[in-house]
């Protein structure tokens, strides 16, 4: 099956440090994306890359880092800077960089303890 | 300012019974408007896609419209199904500029049997 996994489902913060959720591929897309989506907000582009080796920062970068080293994988980084974390976290993919349909993750819901 | 804006913010009806959810968008250069439906704790999953030239749109019990002489559009749902309860997101992409995708903060739909 073609799609984009996301793992963990679940994941938990202590303060101070930094953790990673995974964001992996298999449509052969170009594009992927990180989006926050917390209660009543629409979705937030944190960080979005259009090809290996090359990301740029969105409306909310800070506290967060992403690498592209392979085309199917998009790992996101919380940093202990994010000083709220909390939130679902969307990976997405298109397959440039235009206008088309997005393809989502099932998502990561970040908890603080 | 580009911006994305849906209603009702979230809505009750009956099974069986049909509704109808609004975006209104404030989005140029204007690409396509997509619609989405989200389960809790999933990720979107594309229902229809509207370009400049379309009005009216069906994906099953799904119909979309679009005006884009008002800069509107809107999805009806007929005949509604427990299973349609989610969130609906409006979503306008534009034809160039950083950021392609423009997310409305949804619609939350609950059917009651």
């Known amino acids: 099956d073609g799609g984009i996994t996301q793992s963990p489902k679940y994941l938990f913060r202590k303060e101070g440090q930094n953790v990673t959720l995974s964001c992996e591929q298999n449509?052969?897309?170009?594009?992927m994306y990180w989006y926050r989506q917390d209660p009543g907000q629409g979705l937030r582009l944190i960080y979005y890359?259009?090809?290996?080796?090359?990301?740029q920062k969105g409306d909310i970068a800070e506290g967060y880092s992403v690498s592209r080293e392979k085309k199917e994988s998009f790992p996101l980084t919380v940093t202990s800077a994010q000083k709220n974390p909390t939130a679902f976290y969307l990976c997405?993919?298109?397959?440039?960089?235009?206008?088309?349909?997005?393809?989502f993750g099932s998502g990561t819901q970040l908890s603080v303890l | 300012k580009n911006q994305v804006e849906q209603s009702p913010q979230s809505l009750i009806i009956l099974e069986g019974k049909n509704c109808t959810l609004q975006?209104?968008?404030?989005?140029?250069?204007?690409?396509?408007l997509r619609w989405y439906k989200q389960d809790t704790g999933r990720g979107p999953v594309s229902l229809t896609i509207?370009?400049?030239?379309?009005n009216t749109k069906s994906n099953g019990r799904y119909t979309a419209t679009l005006d884009a002489d008002t800069k509107q559009s809107s999805l009806h749902i007929t005949a509604s199904q427990l299973s349609d309860s989610a969130s609906y997101i409006c979503?306008?992409?534009?034809?160039?500029?950083?950021?392609?995708?423009?997310f409305g903060t949804g619609t939350r739909l609950k059917v009651l049997a």
């Open positions: 997405a993919s298109s397959i440039g960089g235009g206008s088309e349909k997005l393809f």
């Open positions: 449509l052969n897309h170009d594009a």
């Open positions: 890359s259009q090809i290996v080796n090359d990301f």
């Open positions: 975006c209104n968008y404030t989005v140029s250069p204007f690409s396509n």
């Open positions: 509207m370009t400049f030239s379309e």
């Open positions: 979503v306008v992409s534009r034809r160039r500029g950083t950021y392609k995708y423009i």
